[in-house]
């Protein structure tokens, strides 16, 4: 696990996420949302501090339309925690640190 954060796309969610070894945080945003963008920050951290432990994985709806609706994503940011494949926690919206490690934690 890399200790930053992963852009994925389309063409790489399934492998990067759904079929990792390890929890995976997905982030569903866009970068014209100004909350999105604030979120990177966060983001950088998480993956910093649970870079053994956690991948984090960054999609851009814009540029990768077809894997938000497998996922029933209508709002950004959209925060998955995925283990084995399957959803095990959601967050949408804004979220701060704090918000971000409560997500994550119970799963590691």
């Known amino acids: 696990m890399s200790g930053t954060v992963v852009d994925v796309t389309d063409d790489t969610f399934a ?3 759904v079929e990792a070894p390890g929890p995976v945080l997905a982030v569903f945003r866009a970068e014209w949302s100004g909350v999105c963008r604030a979120l990177d920050p966060v983001l950088d951290d998480v993956a910093k501090e649970y870079q053994d432990r956690l991948v984090v994985a960054r999609l851009d709806i814009d540029r990768s339309p077809r894997t938000p609706p497998k996922y029933d994503v209508t709002a950004i940011p959209t925060l998955y925690v995925f283990k084995q494949g399957n959803i095990v926690a959601t967050r949408i919206g804004p979220a701060g640190k704090g918000n ?3 997500l994550v934690e119970p799963h590691l």
């Open 15 to 17: 492998e990067e996420v």
């Open 100 to 102: 971000v490690v409560e």
